[in-house]
T-cell receptor
Framework: NAGVTQTPKFQVLKTGQSMTLQCAQD?????MSWYRQDPGMGLRLIHY???????DQGEVPNGYNVSRSTTEDFPLRLLSAAPSQTSVYFC???????????????FGPGTRLLVL | SQQGEEDPQALSIQEGENATMNCSYK?????LQWYRQNSGRGLVHLIL?????REKHSGRLRVTLDTSKKSSSLLITASRAADTASYFC???????????FGQGTRLTINP
């Protein structure tokens, strides 16, 4: 299993540009989520999904869109990039948010985004 | 904010010593998890403790949970240089389907 994969590893955008950060998992996990991590800080939840076709907002959803058309993929879209969105973005997945002991989150390696 | 608060923010100890990190939170939880992040990498799950558990062990890790004080601690015994990393607590609040992270403790083990 490849686990959780994220592409690209690094991206530079200009203010106002749009892009999609890709996240895929091959573990048949129901639950997927996106976090951003700013220097010296913990992770803040952007959006999450409990299954295909179901998404919900986290703590900091503004400026980001998500969709979940398949179990495997959970892309994060920046509609109009702003310098405040410069961050490291992590995707995570787990089997379920309901059943013990399956709440362990598996994280991808991250995407570093710089918005100029 | 529902984020857990971690204490201390940074900890530097000598190899072989024990390291203790604390996490406090504000509302009732289903479970609390600890993760490790090596510099520039993704997070790795260490241990999960449920709200009805008081203590769990995994190798050199010991986690305690005190729901009356809304706090948890992570103890790493006999620390090694490879334990140098940031450690985060994360909580699943009752009725929620999301994991909320604290700001982390940066642990440095000096040889």
């Amino acid at each position: 299993n490849a686990g959780v994969t994220q592409t690209p590893k690094f991206q530079v955008l200009k203010t106002g540009q749009s892009m999609t950060l890709q996240c895929a998992q091959d573990m048949n996990h129901e639950y997927m989520s996106w976090y951003r991590q700013d220097p010296g800080m913990g992770l803040r939840l952007i959006h999450y999904s409990v299954g295909a076709g179901i998404t919900d907002q986290g703590e900091v959803p503004n400026g980001y869109n998500v969709s979940r058309s398949t179990t495997e993929d959970f892309p994060l879209r920046l509609l109009s990039a702003a310098p405040s969105q410069t961050s490291v973005y992590f995707c995570a997945s787990s089997y379920s948010f309901e059943t013990s002991p399956q709440e362990t989150q598996y994280f991808g390696p991250g995407t570093r985004l710089l918005v100029l | 904010s529902q984020q857990g608060e971690e204490d201390p923010q940074a900890l530097s100890i000598q190899e072989g010593e024990n390291a203790t990190m604390n996490c406090s939170y504000k509302t009732s939880i289903n479970n609390l998890q600890w993760y490790r992040q090596n510099s520039g990498r993704g997070l790795v799950h260490l241990i999960l403790i449920r709200s009805n558990e008081r203590e769990k062990h995994s190798g050199r890790l010991r986690v305690t949970l005190d729901t009356s004080k809304k706090s948890s601690s992570l103890l790493i015994t006999a620390s090694r240089a490879a334990d140098t990393a940031s450690y985060f607590c994360a909580t699943v609040f009752q009725g929620a389907q999301k994991l909320v992270f604290g700001q982390g403790t940066r642990l440095t083990i000096n040889p």
